[in-house]
Structures are given as structure tokens and as C-alpha cells.
T-cell receptor
Framework: AQKVTQAQTEISVVEKEDVTLDCVYE???????LFWYKQPPSGELVFLIR??????QNEISGRYSWNFQKSTSSFNFTITASQVVDSAVYFC?????????????FGQGTELSVKP | KAGVTQTPRYLIKTRGQQVTLSCSPI?????VSWYQQTPGQGLQFLFE???????NKGNFPGRFSGRQFSNSRSEMNVSTLELGDSALYLC?????????????FGPGTRLTVL
């Protein structure tokens, strides 16, 4: 089965706290790509990061960081020193390259609320 | 470079009617995909078009159809609307089809069926 699970439906933090959003995936493919998108209240999905299955190096972009671990099929996303503007729904997604073409398989999303 | 644009942004229809949604991809992008987002089912893939050909299709009834024009612009059509078709319809564009290219999304069309 090709599947993405985001077990955390909602998370609420106070500004400046660090927060980690969990993502666990399932795929039979050995080559696949993982993505994170942010959906603010306006509705548009904003691309954050893409990672392929052969690159397990963690990535940091400003206050954002991603931890990819093939051994546990996880691709977690951490926001350091959260801000109110980080409030949004965050989606983890998977493209298993050979079985699904260009079809993004999304998790159910995690709604992050950052309170001042 | 302009992003993905979708028109209209909001639409209200009644059951039984049909609707056409439009999507203009990022300049140079040749692949357009459509997704439906509902509170119950989340984000689900509808179809993907590349070079005016449907390359991939999700598990939706035949009432959902689409097409792509030679300038890569795409439309999707829903006939005989049902209440359950109320959703946010998102269009995404990427350079190529059927692969791992990043898909960039438009603002969506929010369809309400009464």
C-alpha cells in the first residue's frame, strides 16, 4: 500500500516554542519522493521541501528543519522558535515514482496553531 | 514568474447543474494535476494532464472530466453536481508529468453545491 500518515491532527503551541510535525509513509517502491506543503487559511498549498529516497541528509532552512529516516519510514518536520505566521495546516506527501506516476499521495494534515 | 492561477475562486451551484473550473499553469510548465480537498476525505488526486493527454486518473466517477489545451491551460468539468461535490478544487503545475517534479499549487476554487 502507498500511504502517508500524519498522526497529529492538531497541535497548539505558544510562540517561540519548538514544534515537530510527524510523518510516516508506506511504499513498495525503492525510489520515491517526499514533500511537505503548508496550507494557510487562504487555501493555497505552499511547497516547502522535496526529498528523494536516496538522500537521507537532514535539511535546515532558517527556522525549518526536516529529519528523514528510511529505517523508520519517517520524514518529520520541525519548526524552531515558532511564530504566529506559522499557523496553518501542514501536509506531508509521497510520490512513489514507478507505481503512481505524478500523483501526490497526501497525509491527512496537521493543523498547527501558534498562539502569541 | 507568475504562479498558478485558478478561476473562479468561488462558485455556488445547485444539484444537477454542471460546472467548469479553469487553471493556468506556471509559464513553461506542461503538466497540470487536479486535486479535490474535503474535510472528510482530505486531498485526493483527480487527474493529470500533459501535452493535452490525460496521463493519470484518480478514483472518481465519470462525472469528473478534464482537458488540457495546447498552451497547457487546463479545465475540469463536473456534470450533474451532487452535494458531496462541495469541496476546494486545487490545480497544480509541474514541468514534466508522471515523475517527481515539484507540483506548485494554485489558490483553489471553492465549490459549494446547494
Amino acid at each position: 500500500a502507498q500511504k502517508v500518515t500524519q498522526a497529529q491532527t492538531e497541535i497548539s503551541v505558544v510562540e517561540k516554542e519548538d514544534v515537530t510535525l510527524d510523518c510516516v509513509y508506506e511504499t513498495r517502491d525503492t525510489t520515491y519522493y517526499l514533500f511537505w506543503y503548508k496550507q494557510p487559511p487562504s487555501g493555497e498549498l505552499v511547497f516547502l521541501i522535496r526529498r528523494n529516497s536516496f538522500d537521507e541528509q537532514n535539511e535546515i532552512s532558517g527556522r525549518y528543519s526536516w529529519n528523514f529516516q528510511k529505517s523508520t519510514s519517517s520524514f518529520n518536520f520541525t519548526i524552531t522558535a515558532s511564530q504566529v505566521v506559522d499557523s496553518a495546516v501542514y501536509f506531508c506527501a509521497l510520490i512513489p515514482l514507478y507505481n503512481q506516476g505524478g500523483k501526490l499521495i497526501f497525509g491527512q494534515g496537521t493543523e498547527l496553531s501558534v498562539k502569541p | 514568474k507568475a504562479g498558478v492561477t485558478q478561476t473562479p475562486r468561488y462558485l455556488i451551484k445547485t444539484r444537477g447543474q454542471q460546472v467548469t473550473l479553469s487553471c493556468s499553469p506556471i509559464s513553461g510548465h506542461r503538466s497540470v494535476s487536479w486535486y479535490q480537498q474535503t474535510p472528510g476525505q482530505g486531498l485526493q488526486f483527480l487527474f493529470e494532464y500533459f501535452s493535452e493527454t490525460q496521463r493519470n486518473k484518480g478514483n472518481f466517477p465519470g462525472r469528473f472530466s478534464g482537458r488540457q489545451f495546447s498552451n497547457s491551460r487546463s479545465e475540469m468539468n463536473v456534470s450533474t453536481l451532487e452535494l458531496g461535490d462541495s469541496a476546494l478544487y486545487l490545480c497544480a503545475s509541474s514541468l514534466l508529468a508522471g515523475g517527481p517534479d515539484t507540483q506548485y499549487f494554485g489558490p483553489g476554487t471553492r465549490l459549494t453545491v446547494l
